[in-house]
C-alpha cells in the first residue's frame, strides 16, 4: 500500500508538494524493522462464520441489512460434532484451533455445537428451536467458551472482536437462567452503554424468548414510571436491558427493584467501567444485593486498567480472549489516507463518492457539530445522507437506524454514539473522516463493518495535526493482520501523556466546509449569537423544572 496515495479514487497525491509533511512522519529508529504480510485469507479458526473466502466477491451495490437478517445459517463453519471431548488434551486443541485463550480456575469445557447445550447443560429444547429459526446453526467461538463458563455460574471476563456475536454469547445462558426459576422480578439485567444499542440486545432478546413465558423490558422513561405506579407489573418481567443512566434513575426513584438479580451483564464493559458511568456502575452494582450474583463483562477491547478494576468486583473470574486481544475484525480492510490539510479530507470524500463508492457507508466525526457540517457539505451530493447523533431526539434516531438498516440511506454520518455495538450487516464501508481519538475508538468504529463474517473495508484519513497520534492505529493494524509500511511501523507511538491528553479533547479542527473563510466567521459569530440566548433561555426554564431525561444526559457530548 502507498501511504502516501491520496485520499481514494480520482485524485492525486503529489509527494514533492507535501515534502515537508512527510517529513512529520519521522520514525523513532530504524533498527528493528518488521513488515507485516498482508493476510489474504483470513485463518480457518478466525473465520467465525466460514465465509471468508467470499471476502474477494465483495459486491458494490446496496444491500439492505434485512435481507440479510436471519441470514446466518449461510455462515457455518464446519460439521456440526456433538459428541463430548475424550480429555484435555483434545479440550486444549479444540481451543486453540478456535484462537480461544481461556484462563482461570476449573475452567467449564466449551460446547462444540448449540445441540451439546440440551444434551449436556439441559437447555430448554425451545432455545435451539429459535436459534434456528433465527439462524443461527453453529456457535461463534466466543459463545463456545462464554456459554457454559456462564451456565456454570462463573464470573467472566469475556473479549472478543467486534461482530463475532458476543450478545448471542450473553443472552444464550440468562435466557437458561430464568426459564428454570421461579417468577419474581427482575433476575437478569443487561447493561449496555447506548440506548441504540439496548434496543438492539432487546430486539435480539424478543427473537430468542419467541413464544415463550420469559419477558424481557426495555427500560424506557414510559417503562419505567409504569412499573413506579403499578408493582404488580414488575413481576411480570424476567429480564431487565437498560442503560446506566437509566437504571440508576429508576433505583433512585424506587422503579425497579434489583434485589432477585443474580446476573448482571455489562456490555461494552470497558466504556461502562470508564470514568463517565463508574459512578452508576457502583451504585447498579450496589442495588444487585443477592450473594449469588454473577457479574460477566463483555466488550472487544478490555485495557488491562479495566480488568484490574474488574477483578475487585469480582468472584475468582475466567477470562476469555477470542483471537488476538484488543485487535481489530481481521475481515476488515484497514487503510490509511494522509489528506494533507483539514480540507484536504472534503475533497478526498467528495472524489471517493464520485468514483467508486460503495454504500451503505458510516462516516464518523468527533461532535456534534462537525456531523452537523459534513452533512451540510454532502446533502446536496445526491447520495442519500442522514446524520446521528445525541443531540436528535429519540423518534428521530430510532427511524434514522431503522432507514439506514433498511438500505433507503446510503451513507450515515455520526459521532461516536454509534461506535459501539451497533450491529448493521450490510456495511460495507467505514469512514474515519476524523482520526479517532484512541485505539479503542478506532476498534470499535471500523467493527461496525465486517460482521458475523462478512468483508468490509475502513478508510481513515489523517493531517498533519494527526502525525503523532498515528501510530497508535499503525499498531492496531498490524495486530490485526494489516499490511503496512516498514517505515510506519518505526513511527513514534505517543506518550501516554499525549495519549490522555487527546483521549479527553479532540484536536481542533477547522470548520468542514467549501464557504470562504470571511463568511464562516460570520456564521460562527451567528451561531454563538443563538446558542447564548438558547442557554438564558433554558437556564430560566430549568429554574421551574426538574431535569429531563437522565439518559440523554450522558451522550450529551456525542
Ligand atoms: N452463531 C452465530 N451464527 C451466525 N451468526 C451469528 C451467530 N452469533 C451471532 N451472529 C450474528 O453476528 C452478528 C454480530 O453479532 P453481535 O452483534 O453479537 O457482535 P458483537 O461481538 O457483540 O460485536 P460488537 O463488539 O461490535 O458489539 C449479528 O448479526 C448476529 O446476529
Redesign the pocket.
Known amino acids: 500500500m502507498d501511504f502516501f496515495k491520496i485520499l481514494g479514487a480520482g485524485a492525486k497525491f503529489d509527494k514533492n508538494k507535501f515534502n515537508e509533511d512527510i517529513s512529520l512522519f519521522k520514525p523513532e529508529r530504524r533498527a528493528n524493522h518488521q513488515s507485516v504480510d498482508v493476510v489474504d485469507a483470513v485463518p480457518k479458526e478466525l473465520d467465525?462464520?466460514g465465509d471468508h473466502s467470499r471476502q474477494k466477491q465483495n459486491k458494490a451495490e446496496v444491500v439492505p441489512a434485512s435481507q440479510l437478517?436471519g441470514s446466518?445459517?449461510r455462515?457455518v463453519v464446519e460439521e456440526a460434532d456433538h459428541a463430548p471431548f475424550k480429555d484435555e488434551t483434545e479440550v486444549a486443541a479444540y481451543l486453540k484451533r478456535h484462537r480461544i485463550k481461556v484462563s482461570g480456575t476449573d475452567v467449564p469445557h466449551p460446547i462444540k455445537s448449540f445441540e451439546m447445550l440440551c444434551k449436556e447443560h439441559a437447555f430448554q429444547p425451545f432455545v435451539l428451536r429459535n436459534l434456528k429459526k433465527?439462524?443461527?446453526?453453529?456457535?461463534?467461538p466466543?459463545?463456545m467458551q462464554a456459554v457454559p463458563i456462564a451456565i456454570h455460574r462463573r464470573d467472566l471476563i469475556a473479549n472478543?472482536?467486534?461482530?463475532?456475536?458476543?450478545?448471542?454469547?450473553f443472552l444464550l445462558s440468562i435466557l437458561h437462567q430464568v426459564h428454570s426459576e421461579e417468577k419474581k422480578g427482575y433476575r437478569a439485567v443487561v447493561v449496555s452503554p447506548t440506548r441504540e444499542?439496548a434496543t438492539?440486545i432487546y430486539d435480539?432478546l424478543r427473537n430468542l424468548t419467541t413464544g415463550r413465558r420469559v419477558k424481557a423490558c426495555l427500560m424506557t422513561k414510559a417503562s419505567a414510571s409504569m412499573q413506579a405506579q403499578d408493582p404488580a407489573m414488575r413481576q411480570k418481567y424476567d429480564i431487565l436491558v437498560t442503560t446506566p443512566l437509566r437504571l440508576v434513575n429508576a433505583i433512585q426513584n424506587n422503579e425497579a427493584d434489583l434485589t432477585h438479580v443474580r446476573t448482571l451483564v455489562l456490555?461494552?464493559a470497558d466504556s461502562l467501567m470508564d470514568k463517565g458511568f463508574l459512578e452508576q456502575v457502583d451504585e447498579i452494582l450496589a442495588a444487585c444485593t443477592s450473594p449469588s450474583l454473577q457479574i460477566s463483562l463483555?466488550?472487544?477491547t478490555m485495557p488491562s486498567s479495566v480488568e484490574q478494576m474488574a477483578k475487585t468486583i469480582m468472584k475468582d473470574p475466567i477470562r476469555i480472549i477470542v483471537g488476538t486481544q484488543n485487535a481489530a475484525t481481521e475481515s476488515i480492510d484497514q487503510q490509511l489516507v494522509f489528506a494533507g490539510q483539514e480540507e484536504g479530507k472534503l475533497i478526498g470524500l467528495r472524489n471517493m463518492i464520485a468514483g467508486g463508492f460503495k454504500p451503505p457507508c458510516l462516516i464518523f466525526v468527533q461532535s456534534i457539530d462537525r456531523a452537523k457540517e459534513l452533512f451540510h457539505e454532502l446533502v446536496f451530493e445526491g447520495i442519500n445522507v442522514e446524520v446521528i447523533h445525541s443531540e436528535r431526539t429519540q423518534t428521530q434516531r430510532n427511524r434514522i437506524v431503522q432507514k439506514f438498516r433498511s438500505g433507503e440511506l446510503w451513507v450515515l454520518i455520526c459521532t461516536e454514539l454509534m461506535a459501539?455495538?451497533?450491529?448493521f450487516?450490510g456495511v460495507n464501508l467505514v469512514v474515519n473522516y476524523d482520526f479517532p481519538q484512541s485505539a479503542q475508538s478506532y476498534i470499535?468504529r471500523i467493527?461496525?463493518t465486517g460482521?458475523?463474517g462478512r468483508p468490509g473495508k475502513a478508510i481513515t484519513y489523517f493531517t498533519k495535526d494527526d502525525a503523532p497520534h498515528l501510530k497508535t492505529i499503525v499498531n492496531v493494524m498490524r495486530q490485526s493482520g494489516c499490511e503496512v509500511p516498514e517505515w510506519m511501523l518505526s513511527l513514534k507511538n505517543p506518550t501516554k501523556k499525549d495519549r490522555k491528553k487527546i483521549k479527553k479533547v479532540p484536536l481542533e479542527r477547522n470548520a468542514i466546509s467549501t464557504v470562504p473563510k470571511y463568511d464562516l466567521k460570520r456564521q460562527k459569530h451567528m451561531k454563538q449569537v443563538i446558542a447564548q440566548s438558547k442557554t438564558k433561555k433554558q437556564r430560566l426554564a430549568a429554574a421551574d423544572k426538574p431535569s429531563g431525561d437522565p439518559t440523554a444526559g450522558h451522550t450529551a457530548a456525542i
Open positions: 467465525f462464520f437478517s446466518a445459517s455462515f433465527f439462524g443461527f446453526k453453529q456457535p461463534t466466543i459463545q472478543a472482536p467486534t461482530g463475532s456475536g458476543k450478545t448471542l454469547a444499542l438492539q435480539h456490555d461494552e463483555f466488550s472487544a459501539r455495538g451497533i450491529d450487516k470499535h467493527g461496525r460482521r458475523a
